[in-house]
């Protein structure tokens, strides 16, 4: 038996992330209707970054949480950037 068959592969599964994007995407897309859903935009990013952050912390797959609020966080505020953007905010 070889040496590498001995380690366990440890497999990572990166749902938490794909549901977080989705999310992201769904409330991203129903703030961007009305004229002054930035608001609602920001408000629902802050808490969804929040609530990443938080499960990183305490909960399970903590790696797939911090990934999440990582990447949410950081596509969330150029989302916000161009919405404003495109209503003339900046």
């Not at 380690?7 to 995407?25: A, Q, W």
């Not at 609530?51 to 950081?74: E, H, K, M």
Request: glycine share 12%; proline share 3%; hydrophobic share 50%.
């Amino acid at each position: 038996m070889e040496e590498k068959d001995l380690i366990p592969k440890r497999e990572y599964n990166y749902k938490v992330v794909g549901i977080n994007l989705v999310l992201l995407v769904g409330y991203t897309l129903l703030s961007a209707i009305p004229s002054d859903g930035i608001i609602i935009d920001a408000f629902f990013l802050f808490l969804h970054v929040l609530a990443c952050i938080i499960l990183s912390i305490t909960g399970p797959s903590r790696l797939q949480w911090l990934l999440s609020g990582l990447l949410v966080s950081v596509i969330g505020f150029s989302t916000c950037t161009g919405i404003l953007g495109r209503h003339g905010g900046i």
